[in-house]
């Protein structure tokens, strides 16, 4: 239902550009996530996105991170710019439909200094 792509290996300071597309039931004006999990650490939400295009951050993202979408298409992007180590992690799309939960596969993201 969800399929994540655009992960990769960067030097710090570079840019990815995650995106995550929605197909069967997934109603098109969800609000969508991106959360990451880095080894040993729990799930955080990076950002959101309401079918209205209201947007929430994570702080230590605020600046470096947009997310945004695609409502015809049922897409969601991440675009991740001035990427740092502290960003290394696998990074989930997510969806809320009535009360259940949907993650996409995941997608990794590795910053070497």
């Known amino acids: 239902q969800l399929q994540a792509s655009g992960g990769g290996s960067v030097q710090a300071g570079g840019s990815l550009r995650l995106s995550c597309a929605a197909s069967?039931?997934?109603?098109?004006?969800?609000?969508m996530a991106w959360y990451r999990q880095a080894p040993g650490k729990q799930r955080e939400l990076v950002a959101d996105v309401t079918g209205g295009f209201r947007t929430n951050y994570l702080d230590s993202v605020k600046g470096r991170f947009a997310i945004s979408r695609d409502n015809v298409n049922r897409i969601v992007y991440l675009q991740m710019n001035s990427l740092n180590p502290e960003d290394t992690a696998r990074y989930y799309c997510n969806t809320e439909q009535k009360g259940l939960q949907y993650w996409g596969q995941g997608t990794q993201v590795t910053v070497s200094s």
């Open positions: 069967g039931t997934i109603f098109r004006f969800n609000t």
